[in-house]
């Protein structure tokens, strides 16, 4: 091997393997995914003890099987809800979840509003009317205004939002 060649397996290994990053365990992963069970003490069905092929860190999982266990298995929804450690809500929201959406619907969903709920047509023609591009109107300001006219309070953060969103179109 010429010396022209060792320079060059050199100056490669060392670049990768600097590079590397750590790969993150399950549990991690699990818990970055927001499917991370806070208490997988509480399964207590038998096909997920430790080392088998269920995972009670596994939320999803956790939640799969306990539908099917009632459904297949015969159990009522209460002794299933009791076995996988959750609650019989719980069991009622998976359950239409998965009715609605499949294997899917038992992943996280975002909480809280989805869209700029408050900022109505109505809002945003009193938002519009009195913007001008030249000297706007503070969205604290506009904030009042649109409670004093509509009876609507609307946060001023969401306001600016709305103004930006407008802008970019």
Aim: proline share 6%.
């Amino acid at each position: 091997m010429t010396l022209h060649a060792v320079r060059h397996i050199m100056i490669y290994t060392t670049r990768t393997t600097a590079t590397m990053p750590k790969p993150a365990n399950k549990l991690d992963r699990l818990r970055e995914a927001g499917i991370l069970n806070v208490q997988p003490s509480r399964v207590q069905a038998d096909w997920f003890h430790p080392g088998g092929f269920f995972d009670a860190n596994d939320l999803v999982q956790v939640k799969y099987e306990m539908l099917r266990h009632a459904r297949q298995d015969g159990v009522t929804k209460a002794e299933a809800a009791s076995l996988f450690g959750l609650s019989r809500p719980t069991f009622y929201q998976a359950e239409a979840a998965f009715e609605r959406d499949g294997v899917a619907g038992l992943l996280p969903q975002p909480r809280g509003p989805k869209s700029a709920h408050k900022l109505t047509a109505e809002v945003m023609d009193v938002i519009e009317s009195h913007h001008t591009g030249s000297g706007p109107m503070h969205a604290r300001e506009m904030a009042k205004l649109v409670h004093t006219q509509l009876g609507v309070k609307v946060h001023p953060r969401s306001i600016e939002r709305a103004i930006a969103r407008k802008k970019k179109r």
